[in-house]
């Protein structure tokens, strides 16, 4: 029992070789071993036990440490939703999904659209990303399949302005903006980006010109059976095989179900894909609510950069897996997937008044962004200008003009 190891020395009442602790101290006590260094939970508790003791000190380090402003501004969370299978599209081309990949070296972009019912994918290449150029694209596409119903894009400038809003109303299809930042929500289109962008590169490696490397690509991946449909895009879209360099076509009599075949091979490999990954630690559904406090990821712009933003947020909406929050400091708001958030409802946030706080708020780049730089200093040094050693014998006019 713990009573048979207590004793006093000097005054001082020992269990063992650790010194007791008295209620009065002992958040003091962790707070201060914590200060040195801000060590995780198994480091602090090391530590303190080395040296102290008292009741209940695991839990209560566990809840010091839990409210620490600082581990929590500067330790990233690395919690996703879990995978959510969408149900897929009835019918053929019913449903895209739009991205853009590049710049590439030469200076050129690749548009990518795939059909997420039947993963035919298209490829357009452009030297700009303008909306101009963007619905140019989309036109030469919808003229060989038709205007689908659904467009799932991201939140670029080339599908956000009204231009492009206007180009959707004229068309009749449903332009739907993904949660920005959150690659997962257009799965379809990343996964195949991949591809292009690998066909991009052994093109270059090989000297060879990159759209007829990306047109051989599309044969083949159009003519390949996909693991989530069982049939090749041409089968699916088309309703037909096409005859590719193999030289093989099916017969008519095996594609005669296959819309029943594709909607129930989707779900079933979709499950299997969840059941996959459901078992990963980091996959759990948020817990956010609404007026909830919350700290917000910010980018990583230097070694000092935090991994989230100093001002907290307070949750206005939530949209399934997608948050929106305001910043409470100038209204600033956000929308993102719920990984991109950290809980601070019990995390002790120092007033703006504090001097180290203020002193790093100060510092802000000419956008506004506030993010932490060490006063006195510059984020990038500036070169010295200096002339060509030939012309120092020489005096240099500027601003002359010429005839």
Known sequence: MVRNELYTLDEVLFRLNQIVIPESLQCKVIKAAHSMGHLGLTKTKQMLRARYWFPALNSMVEIIIGRCYECNVTTKEHRQEPIKPTKIPETAWHTLAADYGGPYPDGHYNLEVIDKRTRYPVVEQTKTTTTRATIGKLRNIFSTHGIPERLEIDNGPSFSSNEFSNFATEMGFYHHKITPEHPRANGEAENFMKLLNKTEQIAHMKGNHSNDAIQDMLMGFRSTPQPATGFTPYEALMNRE??????????????????????????????????????????REHSFKISDRVLFKQEKRNKWSTAYELEPYIIYTISGS???AQRKSDGRKVFRDSSHFKLANNIDIPNSNDKWRGRILMHTKPNGDKHMVAPGRREMPIRTKRAPARFRDCMIIKNRHHK
């Open 242 to 283: 096409v005859r590719t360099k193999l030289d093989y076509v099916r017969n008519n009599d095996e594609t005669e179900n296959m819309d029943k075949e594709i909607t129930q091979r989707d779900k079933e490999y979709k499950q299997r894909f969840l059941n996959k990954h459901s078992q990963k630690r980091k996959y």
């Open 322 to 324: 997608s948050i929106g």
